[in-house]
T-cell receptor
Framework: GQQVMQIPQYQHVQEGEDFTTYCNSS?????IQWYKQRPGGHPVFLIQ???SGEVKKQKRLTFQFGEAKKNSSLHITATQTTDVGTYFC?????????????WGAGTKLIIKP | SQTIHQWPATLVQPVGSPLSLECTVE??????LYWYRQAAGRGLQLLFY??????ISSEVPQNLSASRPQDRQFILSSKKLLLSDSGFYLC???????????FGPGTRLLVL
């Protein structure tokens, strides 16, 4: 069935460095959502991308949806300690004959002391 | 505004005991409701979803079950817990299938 692969699993950065996480789907997604989960917390919606090639920005966060609607990325410029957490992508596609939200495994952002 | 509640916040249960986790949504009607489980340091596994009262779809065969006795109430149950049932259980709601998922605060379950 359709899968959404998310890499890397972990990323350690110094505060002030950039961070990027990537999601790749085996087939076309109708849209993709990004969520952030702080340590000990629950996932919180960040953004949804719908159009092919779409790019959206939220302050230091830049979200992209690929031209083929099979991949997406989240880039954080100049990370801060408040960025710590796990970032999940989730795309709408066909899984086991059902049209549903398919979650990536998440990328954990760790800020080195 | 809409809010989603889950209880209890934490739970420690012995193997073989029953389980009942509750999720309620306020401020909206006819939401789609979801139960997820998250193992420590892992991603989200969809367990059940419901598009209406009494309508439950199961994603993963296991010893858990779900029920939706009221429009804004979603319950996760088990008759006999296994060690592997330990994890962080999250309830979520959406207005429609492709819209934003809003998560509750979660229940941390430890089965000993």
């Amino acid at each position: 069935g359709q899968q959404v692969m998310q890499i890397p699993q972990y990323q350690h950065v110094q505060e002030g460095e950039d961070f990027t996480t990537y999601c790749n789907s085996s087939t076309t997604l109708s849209n993709i959502q990004w969520y952030k989960q702080r340590p000990g917390g629950h996932p919180v919606f960040l953004i949804q991308l719908v159009k092919s090639g779409e790019v959206k920005k939220q302050k230091r966060l830049t979200f992209q949806f690929g031209e083929a609607k099979k991949n997406s990325s989240l880039h954080i410029t100049a990370t801060q300690t408040t960025d710590v957490g796990t970032y999940f992508c989730a795309g709408f596609g066909i899984l086991d004959s059902n049209y549903q939200l398919i979650w990536g495994a998440g990328t954990k952002l760790i800020i080195k002391p | 505004s809409q809010t989603i509640h889950q209880w209890p916040a934490t739970l420690v249960q012995p193997v073989g005991s029953p389980l009942s986790l509750e999720c309620t949504v306020e401020g909206t009607s006819n939401p789609n409701l979801y139960w997820y489980r998250q193992a420590a340091g892992r991603g989200l596994q969809l367990l059940f979803y419901s598009v209406g009262i009494g309508q439950i779809s199961s994603e993963v065969p296991q010893n858990l079950s779900a029920s939706r006795p009221q429009d804004r109430q979603f319950i996760l149950s088990s008759k006999k817990l296994l060690l592997s049932d330990s994890g962080f259980y999250l309830c979520a709601w959406t207005r429609a299938v492709q819209e934003t998922q809003y998560f509750g605060p979660g229940t941390r379950l430890l089965v000993l």
